[in-house]
Structures are given as C-alpha cells and as structure tokens.
C-alpha cells in the first residue's frame, strides 16, 4: 500500500481472530458496501493469525487461519497490519517487524501501548507508517480521534473517566443489588464481563494504563502508568456503597488527569460521585469520559467501552482512517506519543488534593466523635458533615462517617494514622475521595 493511500482495495493482515478479530472481520464483510460508499474503498482481510486454526477451520468466514505472523505481515498486497492479539512480547515484536517493513499498524492493545508506546511510535515516525489505537481507550468511544483532531484548538485541562467496564459492571451490582464484593465479581466472571484472573482490572491497572494514554494526548506530556495513584476497588465494602448511597452519592472507579499549577495530578481510585453528576448514570459495562478544555468547556463522551462490536467499530475506523490517509496524516504532523514530549511532571501523591469520606468503626462511647474531630482539625482538615447511622442498643461496633472539605492526601494520611491509634476505633478506617468538578473554563 502506498503510504497515504489512493487505490481501491486495500489489503490488511489480521493478527488475532477473537473477541475482537471476528468482529472486524463481520463488519468488514456484512458492511462492505456501505463502507465503500462512505470511502471508495474495499478492505480485504488477506490473513488471519491465530495459535491454534484448528479452531477456525470450518467457521464461515471462510478466511483460513495461519500462525505464521511473518509471513502475514510480509505479503506484498498487505498494507496495514491489524494487531487484536492482546500480551506484551508477541505484540511487540510482530507491530515492530510489520513497522520497520513499512506496514502501518492498527491496534486495540492498551497494555502495549503503556509500556511500549513511545518506543513503538518512534520506530513507525523512522520508518514513514503510523500507528492507529483508537480501540485501545474507551472500546467504541471515539475519544483518540477526539483528543488529536476534535479538540485540537483546546488546552485541555482536565480528563476524568470511567475506563473500565469489568469494574463499573461490578460497582453497579454492588450499588443496586447490595451484593458484596466477591459476589459482584463472581457474577462478572458468570456472564464473561470479567477475566478468570481479574487482577488487572479490579487493580486499577487496566484504566491506569488506559489513562496514561489518554493523558499523553489530552496534555502532550509523555504519562506513563507509574505516574499514576492507583488504588483498585478490590477492597471496596458492600455496606460504604449502602452509607453513600444515603448521603447522595455512588462509587465509581474514575481515571482522573489535572492540571495543577503546572503539574499533573494523574490518579485512579474508586470515587464517590454525586447522584446529579452525569457520571453518576454511567452504570453496567458503559464507559465515559469528560474533557475539560479551554475553548470547549466541558464535553461528555458516552457509550460502549468494550465489546465485540463496539470494539471492532473503533478497530475498522482506524483501517479506513489509515487506508484514506488521514491517520497517517496526523500522525506525522502531531507530535504526540514519541520520544520528543516532555516527560509528565507528576504532582507526588501526598500533595494532590480532594474532599474525602471517611467510616470509621468504632466502640460506642462518648467522646469518639470528638477526637477524630480533633484529629482532622490538627491537620488542617475540615469536616463538611457527620453522619452516624441509629443502631441497634447493645451492638459492640459503631460506624462514624465523616465527610471532608479538600484537603491533601499528605494531610489526610497523617490524621488517618492518629484516628486509627484512638482506643475506640475498632479497623483501620475506610476512607475515599469525593469527585470535585473543576471549573468549566478554569
Ligand atoms: N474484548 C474486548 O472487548 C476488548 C476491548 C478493547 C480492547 N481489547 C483489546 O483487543 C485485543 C484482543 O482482545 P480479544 O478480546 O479479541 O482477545 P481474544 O478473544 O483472546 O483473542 C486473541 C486472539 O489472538 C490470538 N493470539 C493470541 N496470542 C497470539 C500469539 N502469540 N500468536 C498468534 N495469535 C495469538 C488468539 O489465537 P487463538 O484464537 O488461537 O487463541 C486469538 O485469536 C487485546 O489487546 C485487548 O486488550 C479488547
């Protein structure tokens, strides 16, 4: 294929037939006439790499499935090479050959693209080809294509999303059926919404990678995942999902990039939400993401944020952007995601700053409220509303819940470490951050 493109049909190498594949595949055939109506263009799947085609071998597709990457990403009339195999080596290695054979590459790989991403960009800027990963971010959510095109003429300002599906699913079970924790997730893994081993989801990892993508384009910084505060939802409690539930608000897991006076606070924790907020109805699988810029203000982006379909919708959108040319027209001309960008200026953890909530478990005798009060105060921490739930005469354990104004993490770990020394508090102290909108155009 010429680089930027002009001829009829275009043919690609599919490495990976999954989830993901097929679906390119299906759009690709059932939608072929549309398609190239709406871009002049036919695509043809020239290969298609699995590990074992004995699977393939009678479905209808009628495409024959190989294991020989080398030769799917070396045949002359292949132009842009699919990668929807998911894993880091393999990945790497066969995007880095199709690259420095001239290939343009599309891929749906996140993980990748976190650890690897400005290496893999700076081979495909030498070798003249692009790299196109729309599918990598928010599943069918056109957010890549709204950050380096859309939104181009904006500072963005902040970005903050739900970017996992596996855990707003598992939140929304936790938030609307009471189920704990375990529970959620064992219904997740039932229905295929989450992986055997979840740990990269339920983590924080996966939105964390997610986020360190959508943070180098929205603040044309280089981000990387270990910029990132993580704290997963893993040992979330069914009963503070019930607490702020009566004080008006849910927990979702968000990804959140600031700028703070010329820094970047770059976090990932399970958030509580305000029932009026629109994030606040992003239930089930769903994904969103919020744009802060400084021309637009404030845009919303909603949908599917993962799937075989919605997936493949973003995947063939990056073929057609590459195979028309435009792709790689940005590509060249923006420089995001290579080893020119300025590495992020990561604000530390302990100084990045929001209202929190807080329960704490202790026994029921006066004077509980009163030092945790204190506590909060020595550090500077003021309470924004306290909130202890009418129990049962003889129950041993109390629940205190305690609402901040913003303070810094720093500030609140320290009273944390006082609280938690009181004699009458029972556990270590549940605390989470509250979502504070910034200013539209701040
Ligand atoms: N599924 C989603 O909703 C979704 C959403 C967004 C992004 N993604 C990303 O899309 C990518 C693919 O996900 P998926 O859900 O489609 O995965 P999947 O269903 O597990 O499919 C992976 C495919 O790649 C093949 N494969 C894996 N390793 C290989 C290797 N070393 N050599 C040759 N073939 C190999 C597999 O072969 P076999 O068929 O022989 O096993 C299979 O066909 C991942 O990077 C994922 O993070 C997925």
Same mark, same amino acid.
């Given at each position: 294929?010429?680089?930027?493109?002009?001829?009829?049909?275009?043919?690609i190498a599919l490495l990976g037939t999954g989830v993901v594949g097929r679906g390119v595949i299906d759009i690709l055939a059932?939608?072929?006439?549309?398609?190239?109506?709406?871009?002049?263009?036919?695509i043809?799947v020239r290969s298609r790499v699995c590990r074992d085609p004995?699977k393939y071998?009678?479905d209808?597709t009628?495409i024959k499935a190989t294991t020989?990457i080398?030769?799917a990403?070396?045949?002359?009339?292949?132009?842009i090479v699919v990668e929807v195999m998911g894993g880091?080596?393999a990945p790497?290695?066969a995007?880095?050959?199709?690259?420095?054979?001239?290939?343009?590459v599309v891929t749906a790989n996140?993980?990748?693209? /976190?650890?690897?991403? $400005?290496? &893999?960009?700076? #081979? =495909?800027?030498?070798?003249? +080809? !692009?790299?196109?990963?729309?599918a990598?971010?928010?599943?069918?959510?056109?957010?890549?294509?709204?950050?380096?095109?859309?939104?181009?003429?904006?500072?963005?300002?902040?970005?903050?999303?739900?970017?996992?599906?596996?855990?707003?699913?598992?939140?929304?079970?936790?938030?609307?059926?009471?189920?704990?924790?375990?529970?959620?997730?064992?219904?997740?893994?039932?229905?295929?919404?989450?992986?055997?081993?979840?740990?990269?989801?339920?983590?924080?990892?996966?939105? /964390?990678?997610?986020? $360190?993508? &959508?943070?180098? #384009? =929205?603040?044309?910084?280089? +981000? !990387?995942?270990?910029?990132?505060?993580?704290?997963?939802?893993?040992?979330?409690?069914?009963?503070?999902?019930?607490?702020?539930?009566?004080?008006?608000?849910?927990?979702?897991?968000?990804?959140?990039?600031?700028?703070?006076?010329?820094?970047?606070?770059?976090?990932?924790?399970?958030?509580?939400?305000?029932?009026?907020?629109?994030?606040?109805?992003?239930?089930?699988?769903?994904?969103?993401?919020?744009?802060?810029?400084?021309?637009?203000?404030?845009?919303?982006?909603?949908?599917?944020?993962a799937g075989q379909t919605p997936t493949a919708s973003a995947v063939v959108?990056d073929i057609?952007?590459?195979?028309?040319?435009?792709?790689?027209?940005?590509?060249?001309?923006?420089?995001?995601?290579?080893?020119?960008?300025?590495?992020?200026?990561?604000?530390?953890?302990?100084?990045?700053?929001?209202?929190?909530?807080?329960?704490?478990?202790?026994?029921?005798?006066?004077?509980?409220?009163?030092?945790?009060?204190?506590?909060?105060?020595?550090?500077?921490?003021?309470?924004?509303?306290?909130?202890?739930?009418?129990?049962?005469?003889?129950?041993?354990?109390?629940?205190?819940?305690?609402?901040?104004?913003?303070?810094?993490?720093?500030?609140?770990?320290?009273?944390?470490?006082?609280?938690?020394?009181?004699?009458?508090?029972?556990?270590?102290?549940?605390?989470?951050?509250?979502?504070?909108?910034?200013?539209?155009?701040?």
């Amino acid at each position: 294929m010429e680089k930027t493109v002009g001829e009829q049909t275009v043919g690609i190498a599919l490495l990976g037939t999954g989830v993901v594949g097929r679906g390119v595949i299906d759009i690709l055939a059932q939608q072929r006439d549309l398609l190239r109506s709406r871009t002049g263009l036919t695509i043809e799947v020239r290969s298609r790499v699995c590990r074992d085609p004995s699977k393939y071998e009678d479905d209808e597709t009628g495409i024959k499935a190989t294991t020989n990457i080398a030769d799917a990403i070396g045949d002359p009339k292949t132009g842009i090479v699919v990668e929807v195999m998911g894993g880091i080596d393999a990945p790497r290695h066969a995007i880095s050959a199709a690259l420095a054979a001239g290939k343009h590459v599309v891929t749906a790989n996140k993980a990748l693209l /976190a650890a690897h991403g $400005a290496e &893999l960009f700076e #081979l =495909a800027k030498k070798h003249g +080809v !692009s790299i196109a990963f729309e599918a990598s971010c928010g599943g069918g959510i056109p957010i890549i294509d709204a950050l380096t095109r859309g939104l181009v003429a904006n500072r963005i300002d902040a970005l903050i999303g739900i970017i996992n599906g596996t855990c707003n699913f598992i939140l929304t079970q936790m938030a609307q059926n009471g189920w704990t924790y375990a529970d959620a997730l064992k219904e997740a893994q039932r229905i295929g919404f989450a992986e055997a081993d979840p740990t990269m989801d339920v983590s924080g990892r996966d939105s /964390a990678q997610k986020l $360190a993508i &959508l943070a180098t #384009l =929205a603040f044309n910084q280089q +981000v !990387s995942e270990t910029d990132i505060a993580l704290t997963g939802i893993d040992t979330l409690k069914a009963e503070d999902l019930q607490f702020v539930d009566d004080l008006g608000y849910v927990i979702k897991l968000l990804g959140i990039g600031e700028r703070v006076e010329g820094q970047l606070a770059l976090r990932v924790h399970p958030t509580l939400v305000h029932k009026g907020d629109l994030m606040s109805d992003v239930s089930g699988g769903f994904n969103a993401i919020s744009v802060y810029g400084h021309a637009i203000g404030h845009q919303f982006f909603y949908g599917r944020g993962a799937g075989q379909t919605p997936t493949a919708s973003a995947v063939v959108a990056d073929i057609l952007g590459v195979a028309m040319g435009t792709i790689p027209h940005a590509f060249e001309r923006l420089n995001v995601f290579h080893g020119r960008l300025k590495k992020a200026r990561a604000l530390p953890a302990d100084q990045m700053e929001s209202r929190f909530y807080l329960r704490a478990t202790t026994q029921d005798t006066p004077g509980v409220l009163a030092g945790m009060t204190q506590a909060l105060a020595r550090h500077g921490i003021s309470i924004a509303a306290v909130h202890q739930p009418e129990i049962a005469a003889g129950t041993k354990h109390v629940p205190i819940v305690v609402t901040t104004h913003k303070a810094s993490e720093g500030a609140m770990q320290k009273a944390l470490a006082e609280i938690d020394a009181m004699k009458s508090v029972q556990a270590p102290t549940v605390f989470l951050r509250i979502l504070e909108r910034p200013a539209e155009f701040g």
